[in-house]
């Protein structure tokens, strides 16, 4: 069980434990959790607009700094 909680660690995703026996060595095993996570999106950021990077980022929630 140690194993398995490791490989969802390292790759976070949960494995069934037959998956573990199912494959039978750690190659194999490791071949189809690549897979899995190959066929993953590769970033869950989304860019909203294209424009100069030097700029800083579009926020509702930035607000001028105040003079103390």
């Not at 969802?8 to 995703?13: A, K, N, P, V």
């Not at 194999?28 to 100069?52: C, E, F, M």
């Amino acid at each position: 069980m140690r194993l398995i909680a490791q490989i969802q660690r390292w790759f976070g995703r949960d494995i069934p434990l037959a998956m573990l026996f199912q494959e039978g060595t750690i190659e194999r095993l490791a071949a189809v959790l690549s897979r899995q996570v190959d066929a993953l999106p590769q970033s869950p950021l989304v860019k909203i607009q294209a424009g100069d990077p030097a700029k800083y980022p579009f926020s509702v929630s930035i607000r001028p700094m105040e003079p103390c």
